[in-house]
């Protein structure tokens, strides 16, 4: 019931921010976050011959890289920057991104968390995207959280890195491979909700 109400008003709220002029069938609903990776790395279960106890390397160097990336679940579209740092100039490169990839006629609505670089005024800069909130601690409303997961399941995973190069090198490489299967795209991060003509 409670999830209910904070989806009708993320509906109410985007039909409010969107120009007039554009049709609701028009609107291109984009999810966005950010997702630190690096030399704290993810370990997960990994295939050893049974009674083995295979060793994985933990690294204890503290180097990071963050990945800005949306998602549009309508199209299978994806954008993503990968940054030494989260800042509101990263921010607005994203989001110059999203707009660029939005078709002429179309408009982007990106749903994304409540940090201190999500500022919606940054959407006056493109007339053809909006910035929503999603409420505070609910990251279940952003399927780009599943992306993160997927990624450091699939790609990211037991690995060791020897440098800032080598993770920008090695999230590239995983974020391609993500976006690189447009139903993986849509089925992972699609949600009913989104539908604005229904």
Not at 13 to 39: C, M, N, Y
Not at 123 to 145: A, K, Q, R, V, W
Request: a positive charge; one cysteine or more; aromatic letters at 10%.
């Amino acid at each position: 019931m409670k999830h209910r109400k904070i989806l009708k008003k993320i509906q109410l709220k985007t039909i409010l921010k969107i120009p007039g002029h554009i049709a609701l069938d028009r609107v291109d609903i984009w999810f966005q976050d950010e997702a630190r990776f690096g030399q704290q790395n993810t370990t997960t279960k990994i295939w050893a011959e049974k009674g083995s106890r295979p060793r994985v390397v933990q690294q204890q160097q503290f180097t990071y890289a963050y990945i800005f990336g949306a998602v549009c679940p309508t199209n299978g579209k994806t954008e993503a920057i990968i940054a030494p740092f989260s800042n509101m100039e990263v921010m607005k490169e994203h989001l110059a991104l999203i707009a660029k990839a939005t078709e002429t006629g179309r408009h982007a609505v990106v749903l994304m968390g409540g940090a201190s670089w999500h500022q919606e005024y940054l959407d006056e800069t493109f007339p053809n995207l909006s910035i929503i909130h999603i409420p505070p601690y609910s990251p279940e409303l952003n399927p780009i959280e599943q992306v993160w997961s997927w990624m450091r399941q699939n790609e990211i995973e037991n690995r060791s890195f020897n440098g800032y190069d080598d993770i920008v090198e090695k999230c590239s490489i995983a974020w391609n491979n993500f976006r690189s299967d447009t139903d993986r795209v849509i089925s992972l991060c699609s949600r009913s909700w989104i539908n604005m003509t229904s």
